[in-house]
């Protein structure tokens, strides 16, 4: 088993319905003490909305609301799965979230810089069942008939249509397309999300992918690709066509530092035996740039709309040139009207 995560430095240890951000420090408050009042929001606002089995999703979801967020105007909201590691807690993986939502992720800079509400979900991954590795939305995961992990992908779709409803009644409407941002597992997540649910997403961006985003075919040299790899049991798994038009004409940043050497493709809980041989026998064992060219070649050939960025001086990490890239990118996308697959939104 590998160690797929890194300590977080801070732990923040809270508890509450509603928990804001505010400068450096959180403080508590209920849902009926909260303002939601005048123009724009005068602090960052983060807040925990728990599980509703009975509206399909398991587990509770955190949104939010950066400073300056107008009221009363349509935005765009961004939606970012965590990577916390392996704990059997639950409160562990929340209090991994609280942090990244509310001070230290790439979508909380993001959020931030565009002024658009974020959500993360509040996602476990086990320490004793490790083989699902829940974070990167892996096979055993999408298979699983766990009844509270099943299906997480239609879980978070349900946790999206919720906070839509949540943020209205606030006075701040989102579009009905969102974006989608991760790095590492949650940008592994991100990726095959994306292929899954491509007509309901406006922009995608995944990092640190292990050079590996998921291919648009069934096969490679006649050998099948199943999920993660490819999309030859997709249909069967989710009883659904894949909607490969829609796929290749998301807007999709998909990046990887040169120096990167995470290659999650080399441990058990995130791709089989099986899976690891077709990758190093189809696409190459080395991360940058063998496989990662590789893979843009496939996505070039299959007319797949994608930024594919290689970042010289970066290893399994982001920076401030990336996340202002990245920025970038969403804003193009905030401002265009349509996605080159549907003009609605």
Not at 37 to 53: E, H, I, K, N, V
Not at 160 to 171: E, F, N, T, V
Request: glycine share 6%; charged share 25%; hydrophobic share 40%.
């Amino acid at each position: 088993m590998r160690n797929s995560w890194k300590p977080l430095r801070i732990l923040l240890l809270l508890s509450g319905f509603f928990v804001f951000f505010n400068g450096n420090a959180f403080r508590q408050k209920h849902v009926k003490d909260c303002q939601f009042s005048g123009p724009a929001l005068t602090s960052d606002t983060l807040m925990l909305f728990p599980a509703r089995p009975e509206t399909g999703f398991h587990y509770s979801y955190l949104l939010y609301l950066p400073e300056g967020l107008k009221r009363d105007e349509q935005h765009y909201l961004m939606v970012e799965t965590t990577n916390t590691g392996l704990n059997d807690s639950i409160g562990f993986h929340e209090k991994g979230a609280r942090y990244a939502a509310g001070k230290s992720s790439v979508g909380n800079y993001t959020a931030r810089k565009l002024q658009i509400p974020l959500l993360v979900p509040i996602f476990p991954r086990s320490a004793t069942n490790w083989e699902l590795y829940t974070h990167a939305l892996d096979r055993e995961t999408l298979l699983s008939q766990n009844a509270t992990l099943k299906r997480l992908d239609l879980q978070l779709l349900a946790m999206i249509k919720d906070a839509r409803k949540q943020l209205k009644q606030r006075g701040f409407p989102v579009k009905e397309k969102f974006f989608m941002n991760g790095f590492s597992a949650s940008g592994t997540f991100a990726n095959r999300f994306s292929l899954l649910h491509p007509e309901k997403i406006k922009a995608m961006a995944a990092g640190g992918i292990n050079a590996i985003p998921i291919l648009p075919v069934s096969q490679l040299k006649e050998t099948p690709l199943s999920y993660p790899l490819g999309i030859a049991d997709l249909k069967k798994i989710t009883g659904r066509e894949v909607n490969l038009k829609a796929f290749n004409q998301l807007p999709k940043m998909l990046y990887m530092g040169a120096l990167d050497e995470n290659d999650a493709v080399a441990f058990d809980d995130a791709y089989s035996g099986e899976d690891r041989e077709k990758v190093y026998t189809l696409m190459g064992k080395q991360l940058v740039p063998q496989r990662w060219e590789f893979v843009q070649e496939i996505y070039r050939k299959n007319n797949v709309q994608a930024d594919f960025k290689t970042y010289t001086h970066m290893g399994h990490g982001t920076d401030k040139k990336i996340n202002n890239d990245l920025v970038d990118f969403f804003q193009k996308h905030m401002e265009e009207k349509g996605n080159g697959y549907s003009k609605a939104e």
